[in-house]
């Protein structure tokens, strides 16, 4: 199982960097090369740390021309239904894709010779097409709200499971034959979806990036562990989301080899680096606040992001490169607060249960009184309660799609994700 763990978003400082590769004086055959990249690494750090300062600099503020809270750019009256959205999103192109690929590999697996019987003849695989792949599309949604012992339980006509709706679209058989012959590419069809998504709907000003797990426990040379979600085990998928869950960019973590093609677009520094300039890439210069957790954050990319005209809060480990180390070495008491600020970023450390960390380019380090739901009244940092107050939208896309999941056990890892990818879209 490749080694990407998410951690949590307090203080990481018990943990190694990954960037962390000893003492380089101590090596072997060291060359002349290389100890002079190391002497001006040393001195970069050096000059960087003499940048931090306790001096307050003015929040630049850039320019957001759409709606704040996001808009809907496709026409929607009071007499549209939920079909007509998704179809906006779902359209016929991706459908036809599906069924193309669908009817290849239906071929192709149905051509293959089988040993059968005379009670059990070979069986003929006939190509489908997009009004009967709606219609199983539709089937495998009602089947997430009518629970079956088996899928053939759905098709039957017992009293104790009939329903009218299943045996009415399609046969039990024919609907296990497309379940088993469904198809599709799925970088493809992320692709089509995430095009679509961006063109029914603009978002606002604040926007999340984090990690999703769909749950899978088959053998899989990229599958992940991720402690603090439920699934725990299953396929990453690193996500772009609005304030309220709704997809705006997505890729699917698919081993190392993944990592070091991602800087294909010309990103530069570490893996997570490049996941974030990546997903972020079409909404840079507009003006956006974005909102991450410790996996993701450091100084650099901070830096980075503001030079595109985009605002960056979240929580930081304190391992990484480039932090203050009086901030990072300071010992608090409950309730207190320290800062430093390096060009317009502001790293902060204040002291709750354990110490939280922080980065910022959006709010200046200051202590507001916020209230919990229970109504009682607590002083913490302002971009703590801006990033708690926008962070946790995956996890609620997660809780979404999770209530009436198309989602059925198999050995096949990629109709999971297409499954997954169709809940998305509902």
């Known amino acids: ?49 003499k940048n931090w300062s306790s001096d307050i600099m003015p929040i630049r503020q850039f320019p957001f021309t759409t709606d704040p809270e996001g808009t809907v750019t496709i026409n929607i009256t009071s007499e549209s239904i939920p079909r007509d959205v998704f179809d906006k999103v779902f359209t016929e192109d991706i459908i036809e894709m599906i069924v193309n690929a669908t009817n290849e590999y239906g071929r192709k697996l ?8 005379r009670k059990s003849p070979k069986v003929i695989f006939q190509d489908t097409n997009a009004e009967e792949m709606c219609k199983f599309f539709g089937l495998s949604l009602l089947m997430a709200q009518c629970k079956f012992p088996t899928i053939r339980n759905a098709f039957s006509k017992h009293p104790l499971y009939f329903h009218p709706i299943f045996p009415a679209t399609m046969s039990g058989r024919r609907y296990q034959m497309l379940l088993r012959t469904f198809n599709c590419h799925v970088n493809r069809l992320v692709n089509a979806l995430i095009k679509n998504f961006n063109d029914v709907y603009t978002p606002g000003k604040n926007l999340s990036l984090d990690e999703s ?35 705006l960019n997505l890729t699917i973590y698919q081993g190392k080899d993944q990592e070091n093609n991602t800087n294909s677009g010309g990103e530069s520094g570490g893996k997570t ?52 180390k009086d901030v990072i070495q300071a010992k608090l008491k409950k309730g207190e607060i320290i800062w430093r600020r390096n060009g317009e970023v502001y790293v ?32 913490k940092p302002k971009d703590i309660d801006d990033y708690n ?5 995956i996890d609620r896309l997660d809780q979404m799609t999770a209530y009436y999941s198309s989602l059925r056990k198999t050995i096949r890892w990629y109709k999971k994700v297409l499954f997954h990818l169709l809940d998305m879209a509902v």
């Open 213 to 247: 797990l769909l749950l899978f426990r088959g053998r899989l040379s990229f599958r992940q562990y991720i402690k603090n979600k439920s699934a725990k085990y299953g396929i990453k998928f690193y996500e772009l989301t609005t304030n309220d869950g709704y997809v």
């Open 348 to 379: 902060t450390k204040w002291k709750d249960k354990r110490d939280v960390l922080s980065i910022t380019s959006a709010h200046h380090p200051q202590l507001v009184e916020t209230s919990n739901r229970f109504g009682e009244k607590k002083m």
């Open 389 to 393: 107050n926008n962070m946790g939208e």
């Open 273 to 324: 680096e490049k996941i974030v300039q990546t997903l972020i890439k079409p909404y840079l210069n507009q003006g956006h606040n974005l909102f991450m957790d410790n996996f993701y954050n450091s100084f650099n990319l901070s830096t980075y992001l503001l030079s595109k005209q985009t605002h960056v809060t979240g929580t930081l480990r304190s391992n990484r490169k480039h932090n203050p």
């Open 110 to 117: 149905y051509a293959k010779p089988v040993p059968h019987t």
């Open 1 to 49: 199982i490749p080694d990407f763990s998410d951690e949590s978003d307090y203080d990481a400082s018990d943990e190694s960097d990954e960037s962390d590769s000893g003492d380089p004086f101590y090596e072997e055959n060291i060359t002349e090369n290389e100890l002079y990249m190391y002497e001006n690494s040393d001195r970069e750090n050096s000059d960087l740390e």
